[in-house]
């Protein structure tokens, strides 16, 4: 078996650093904590940046690693869930509250919704 280029251990390892986070915004998400849900959406901005920017020193198509292909795809899939759960938990909160609540959580809500709103979170590892 071939070793991997550093290039691709560089994707592989942005990639489980990215699933990683997904999956700490999950729980948060879960919780109901929207102060580690911001926490977290200022780290996957981060990781995003660094994910795409080791795509970007791939030549071949990223789905060609059968490792970082599954990769790809469990991060996608888990993007997906926690943008779907958060507009539950959005649309929930402020349902329940009906408009009442603290100024500390109002603009916080409407910040994280916005964030939400198109969430995919630009996480297009597109296939050539």
């Excluded at 926490?39 to 660094?50: D, F, H, N, V």
């Excluded at 970007?56 to 790809?72: C, T, V, W």
């Excluded at 809500?109 to 916005?114: E, F």
């Amino acid at each position: 078996m071939a070793s991997l280029s550093d290039e691709w251990v560089k994707l592989l390892e942005a990639l489980e650093l990215h699933e990683n986070l997904l999956h700490a915004e999950t729980q948060a998400i879960a919780a109901r904590d929207l102060d580690t849900i911001e926490s977290i959406l200022a780290k996957k901005e981060q990781s995003l940046q660094i994910l795409v920017n080791a795509r970007e020193n791939i030549q071949e198509d990223p789905f060609s690693n059968k490792d970082a292909g599954e990769l790809i795809s469990q991060v996608t899939e888990l993007q997906r869930r926690n943008a779907e759960a958060f507009r539950k938990l959005a649309s929930n909160k402020t349902a329940k509250d009906n408009g009442v609540q603290s100024t500390k959580q109002k603009p916080m809500i409407r910040m994280l919704k916005n964030a939400y709103k198109n969430s995919s979170y630009g996480l297009k590892i597109n296939r050539s």
